[in-house]
């Protein structure tokens, strides 16, 4: 009997630990930006932009072959950035291991839509 209870809570501790994982550890790596909507809705093919998320905090944005490094921090499924005293903040709509979706704070009628090889 013992046995079969310390069988059972290690399948349940694997199951409860499938897929975990912070927020901000999904989203170290390089991702890059294949579309967004517009302030009516509409989807739109966009390119040439990446966010690459280091693990120190860094944040590295690369658009049209012009590369801007920010600060950034997570906290609520929402990211903040700061780069010198500009500053752009994000809602996380959705984060898997290949997909992310982010809206402005300011604006939440705008996502931003990201793939990660």
């Not at 959705?94 to 090889?117: P, Q, R």
Request: net charge negative; proline share 0%.
């Amino acid at each position: 009997m013992k046995k079969l209870v310390s069988l059972f809570l290690s399948v349940v501790i694997l199951i409860m630990c499938t897929g975990c994982g912070s927020t901000e550890s999904k989203l170290i790596g390089t991702w890059e930006l294949y579309g967004s909507t517009t302030n009516k809705g509409e989807f739109r093919s966009d390119g040439d932009c990446t966010f690459e998320f280091e693990e120190d905090g860094t944040l590295k944005i690369t658009e049209d072959g012009s590369t801007d490094v920010a600060s950034y921090s997570v906290s609520d499924n929402k990211i903040y950035t700061q780069c010198g005293s500009y500053t752009k903040d994000f809602g996380i709509k959705e984060i898997t291991s290949s997909e992310l979706v982010l809206y402005k704070l300011d604006n939440a009628v705008f996502e931003y839509y990201f793939t990660k090889d």
